[in-house]
């Protein structure tokens, strides 16, 4: 599952800073964008990191209310 919070090697070159679009406009986009896919962490900080977030939502309330409700309305187990 690492692989899906580094969506690309370090560092990123793909990330369009200073690109003209609407969307990138504003200091905090770009770093907001690298703080979501956790571009700092290594390996091994991805790798506790996926496990908390998988502990959490299993532990989680509203994970299991969504869980029935996917059962109930499409029969999503």
């Not at 003209?20 to 690298?34: A, E």
Request: glycine share 6%.
């Amino acid at each position: 599952l690492c692989w899906a919070l580094s969506p690309c090697p370090k560092p990123c070159p793909s990330l369009p800073a200073g690109s003209q679009l609407p969307c990138f406009h504003g200091s905090s986009t770009i770093r907001n964008l690298k703080e979501r896919f956790h571009m700092n962490m290594t390996e091994e900080q991805l790798q506790l990191l996926i496990e908390q977030m998988v502990d959490g939502s299993m532990r989680s309330i509203t994970t299991k209310l969504y869980d029935g409700f996917q059962y109930l309305t499409n029969g999503i187990m």
